[in-house]
């Protein structure tokens, strides 16, 4: 149910240079729910978490935070 959605993330591409960070990741965390990131070092966690954020813009995909763009409202 997309309204009792706190994050949704769809195709999440990032790239520094020649390395690709993150490729098409999707995600979806409900409000009230607890998510937690596990994964190699240079899984993309951080990058991901940072698009998050807007603290980075992704090259490609569409974030939402709590309903809203955080890129177009933040």
């Keep these: 149910m997309t309204d009792n959605l706190a994050i949704k993330a769809r195709a999440l591409t990032k790239s520094y240079g020649r390395i690709r960070a993150l ?26 978490i940072r698009c998050l954020m807007d603290l980075i813009r992704p090259d490609a995909g569409k974030i939402r935070v709590l309903g809203l763009d955080p890129q177009a409202d933040p």
């Design 23 to 48: 490729r098409g990741v999707d995600l979806e965390v409900e409000r009230g729910e607890l998510f937690g990131f596990l994964g190699p070092n240079g899984a993309g966690k951080t990058t991901t």
